[in-house]
């Protein structure tokens, strides 16, 4: 079992940054694929970002890619989005999760809460 816990959201001007973390509170994620998904009101789930356990593979939707960076240190249990020049378009509940490297939430088995990203244009 893994839980997992979101913060570093708020809200950010559109070309500022932002950085998320996503840690375990129990379990490990050393051995699991990490993504990064988010849901803006009214629209479904999409996929983000994600990184393999190892951190050797990393993926990005192309909506984010040259703009968010993906990375995580396994001995902090910890994974992290460096999200820079942000647009309106990116607000949204920001969720991380634990599983099969995919960009299909349905391979993810573990789930956090969310975290607001607020961008203001």
């Known amino acids: 079992q893994v839980q997992l816990v979101e913060s570093g959201g708020g809200l950010v001007q559109a070309g500022g940054s932002l950085r998320l973390s996503c840690a375990a509170s129990?379990?490990?994620?050393?051995?699991?694929?990490m993504g990064w998904f988010r849901q803006a009101p009214g629209k479904e789930r999409e996929f983000v970002s994600a990184i393999a356990s190892s951190g050797d593979n990393t993926f990005y939707a192309a909506s984010v890619k040259g703009r968010f960076t993906i990375s995580r240190d396994n001995a902090k249990n910890t994974v992290y989005l460096q999200m820079n020049s942000l647009k309106p378009e990116d607000m949204a509940v920001y969720y991380c999760a634990a599983g099969v490297l995919s960009a299909w939430a349905n391979n993810y088995y573990y789930w956090g809460q969310g975290t607001q990203v607020t961008v203001s244009s």
């Open positions: 129990e379990g490990t994620i050393s051995t699991y694929a």
